[in-house]
């Protein structure tokens, strides 16, 4: 088992963590590129062709959950480049580490829970 602290780097996380957390991030990004893909495609079952055009809150709908996944992919890209920077794993606003249980629940998370609690608050 390798133990080794990568340093300054990527907020000191472990190999093994970052490795995991890469993983989990890439598995996020084919998550949301297949979801922006099933958006995208044109209905193509029997009963929606009878049905003839969605009604407009269902596009609606389709647009909002869109416009979602390219958030996060977008925030996963960064995240993975982050990573490949070792710039990861460290708080934005106040450059502490980002807990590692946070990471695993939120692996492309920008801010610390502190930060992101107060951010969420408007303070």
Not at 4 to 9: F, K, P, Y
């Amino acid at each position: 088992m390798n133990n080794q602290v990568v340093g300054a780097d990527n907020a000191g996380l472990r190999p093994r963590d970052l490795a995991g957390l890469r993983e989990s991030l890439r598995e996020q990004r084919l998550f949301r590129e297949e979801q922006l893909r099933q958006i995208a495609s044109p209905s193509q079952t029997r009963a929606e062709g009878v049905r003839g055009r969605q009604a407009a809150s269902q596009i609606e709908v389709h647009v909002k959950l869109a416009a979602s996944a390219r958030m996060v992919l977008s925030d996963v890209e960064a995240a993975l480049e982050r990573m490949d920077q070792c710039r990861y794993g460290g708080c934005h606003l106040c450059a502490q580490p980002v807990a590692l249980a946070r990471l695993k629940i939120v692996p492309q998370a920008r801010c610390c829970g502190r930060c992101h609690q107060l951010r969420a608050a408007g303070r």
